[in-house]
T-cell receptor, first 113, second 115 residues
Framework: QQQVKQSPQSLIVQKGGISIINCAYENTAFDYFPWYQQFPGKGPALLIA?????SEKKEGRFTISFNKSAKQFSLHIMDSQPGDSATYFCAASDYSSASKIIFGSGTRLSIRP | ETGVTQSPTHLIKTRGQQVTLRCSSQ?????VSWYQQALGQGPQFIFQ???????GRGNFPPRFSGLQFPNYSSELNVNALELDDSALYLC??????????????FGPGTRLLVL
């Protein structure tokens, strides 16, 4: 059973455009929602994270929107740049599971110059 | 760079063999987690160690085992390798105590191919 569902699987955006990746979760015990960025040959790196007590968090060009009632959250990348081309994973975790992180299946983002 | 290193970077084994993968965490990071990332998929949690004790396990069989040492190094051992064990194996370390949500820093991974 896939606990964190991510879409789309791949995404192509023009330079300067907005990249949007969506995720949905099932387990209401999740209380930490990080996004990871992974470049080829590298491990995932934490990009931005949100707790369910806020509906939005912004760090630079990256924004997480969180809808607790719908059990959905999304990543928006504003003014997308070629250097943002990578695979992005949404994830979820809860305190009772020893910080085990449940990852989505990933979105391969390509930014066209 | 995250300060988390893994060795080897690549490894080829045959079905039925055993393999040991190694991870070196950042100094002061008492928690290490291991993940399996199949090609084109997100990482899947294998298990977590806190101060040398297993502190949570995902849906992986007992032939996946681990060790954590006092010098912030750790090992993932896989016995009786199967073809489906071919994947990128990632370790991630964090500073927090068991059950605390702390930022996990991932290493670059070991790519294992089972023939």
């Amino acid at each position: 059973q896939q606990q964190v569902k991510q879409s789309p699987q791949s995404l192509i955006v023009q330079k300067g455009g907005i990249s949007i990746i969506n995720c949905a979760y099932e387990n209401t015990a999740f209380d930490y929602f990080p996004w990871y960025q992974q470049f080829p040959g590298k491990g995932p790196a934490l990009l931005i994270a949100i707790r369910p007590d806020v509906s939005e968090k912004k760090e630079g060009r990256f924004t997480i929107s969180f809808n607790k009632s719908a059990k959905q959250f999304s990543l928006h990348i504003m003014d997308s740049q070629p250097g943002d081309s990578a695979t992005y994973f949404c994830a979820a975790s809860d305190y009772s599971s020893a910080s085990k992180i449940i990852f989505g299946s990933g979105t391969r983002l390509s930014i066209r110059p | 760079e995250t300060g988390v290193t893994q060795s080897p970077t690549h490894l080829i084994k045959t079905r039925g063999q055993q393999v040991t993968l190694r991870c070196s965490s950042q100094s002061g990071h008492n928690t290490v987690s291991w993940y399996q990332q199949a090609l084109g998929q997100g990482p899947q949690f294998i298990f977590q160690y806190y101060r040398e004790e297993e502190n949570g396990r995902g849906n992986f069989p007992p032939r996946f085992s681990g060790l954590q040492f006092p010098n912030y190094s750790s090992e993932l051992n896989v016995n009786a390798l199967e073809l489906d064990d071919s994947a990128l194996y990632l370790c991630a370390s964090s500073r927090g105590a068991a059950g605390q949500l702390e930022t996990q820093y991932f290493g670059p991974g070991t790519r294992l191919l089972v023939l």
